[in-house]
Nanobody, 130 residues
Framework: VQLQASGGGLVQAGDSLRLSCAGS????????MAWFRQAPGKERQFVAV????????YYADSVKGRFTISRDNAENTMYLQMNNLKLEDTAVYYC????????????????????????WGQGTQVTVSS
């Protein structure tokens, strides 16, 4: 599956932004999908993950209550709605898909591990200013 992230931009603290990740291929709906982000000078970190059906989601503590991950399998697209953005949310945001057939990652500790994701998009920049 090929992934294309979009929707990034420059916003002010407290604003909202919605990222999209368009996937190719007829089997998009069978993949666990996730968002990661990488701030300048820092390692890439997990943001959120969603199961193949959208019925299960899991968030990093830093974004819980502010970000919402969702997907539209009919449109082969995943979203990340980001509300109440903070300066520390500034990063390049990447979308990722799990290994083929990975409908969900049942072990919670594994959901944030990059090795659980086989496909990556190119990233979209989100900059939050004060």
């Amino acid at each position: 599956v090929q992934l294309q992230a979009s929707g990034g931009g420059l916003v002010q603290a407290g604003d909202s932004l919605r990222l999209s990740c368009a996937g190719s291929g007829p089997t998009f709906s069978s993949y666990t999908m996730a968002w990661f982000r990488q701030a300048p000078g820092k390692e890439r970190q997990f943001v959120a993950v969603i199961s193949w059906s959208g019925g299960q989601t899991y968030y990093a503590d830093s974004v819980k209550g502010r970000f919402t991950i969702s997907r539209d399998n009919a449109e082969n697209t995943m979203y990340l709605q980001m509300n109440n953005l903070k300066l520390e949310d500034t990063a390049v945001y990447y979308c990722a898909a799990g290994h083929r057939g990975s409908q969900w990652i049942w072990r919670a500790a594994d959901r944030s591990r990059e090795r659980m994701y086989a496909y990556w998009g190119q990233g979209t920049q989100v900059t939050v200013s004060s």
